[in-house]
Each structure stands twice: as structure tokens, then as C-alpha cells.
Nanobody, 119 residues
Framework: VQLQASGGGLVQAGGSLRLSCAASGRTFSINAMGWFRQAPGKEREFVSG????????YYADSVKGRFTISRDNAKNTVYLQMNNLKPEDTAVYYC?????????????WGQGTLVTVSS
């Protein structure tokens, strides 16, 4: 499975960005897709995940109410709409795919896209 993420950039606090991640290859093996992020000097953390076959999405507490994950099965693409961005959202965002759970088991990773939120 190959993952290609896009959509990062520089935005002011309070602004919005939408990340996209297109999956290719053995996509039939994917059960869920999600987004992680890694800020400078910090560990990578789970942001959001969604099952490919349905079910509710999952969010980190820090992004609930501001971020929305969605999917387009026909395009094998997952999106992350990020609203009301804060400087602490600044990080490299990684798209990932899991053959098992929605909040665990991610073993395919995209290249990362940088999101910078200025105050």
C-alpha cells in the first residue's frame, strides 16, 4: 500500500486547512485510515482515524470539535478538515493505513506534510 498525502501549508491561527491522502496498491487490505502528527521535539501522536467500512471516527481530545475526518471509498482517499487551527497544531502530519484497528495497528505510512500555524 502506498499513501500520498497533500494539503499542508502555512496558515494563521483560526484558519483552516484540508489534508488529503490517496491510497494505492493493495488497498483491499486496508481496514482503516488515519492521521498522526509529530511536532518538533515531541513524539508522534494519533490525531484521527476512520474505518473504511463504516463506523464512527475517532479523534484525539486535542482536536475534537475542530477537526473532521472523512473518506471517499471510490477514490481510496481520506481527508482531514482542520478548522480553528492553533499554533500548537503545528506539526508534520502523516497519513497512515491499518489492516486491523482504527486507533492501532497502523503499518503503512505516507511521507508527511507540514502544517504551520502562526500566531
Amino acid at each position: 500500500v502506498q499513501l500520498q498525502a497533500s494539503g499542508g501549508g502555512l496558515v494563521q491561527a483560526g484558519g483552516s486547512l484540508r489534508l488529503s491522502c490517496a491510497a494505492s496498491g493493495r488497498t483491499f487490505s486496508i481496514n482503516a485510515m488515519g492521521w498522526f502528527r509529530q511536532a518538533p521535539g515531541k513524539e508522534r501522536e494519533f490525531v484521527s482515524g476512520i474505518s473504511w467500512s463504516g463506523g464512527r471516527p475517532y479523534y484525539a481530545d486535542s482536536v475534537k470539535g475542530r477537526f473532521t475526518i472523512s473518506r471517499d471509498n471510490a477514490k481510496n482517499t481520506v481527508y482531514l478538515q482542520m478548522n480553528n487551527l492553533k499554533p500548537e497544531d503545528t506539526a508534520v502530519y502523516y497519513c497512515a493505513a491499518s489492516r486491523t484497528g482504527v486507533t492501532f495497528g497502523y503499518d503503512y505510512w505516507g511521507q508527511g506534510t507540514l502544517v504551520t500555524v502562526s500566531s
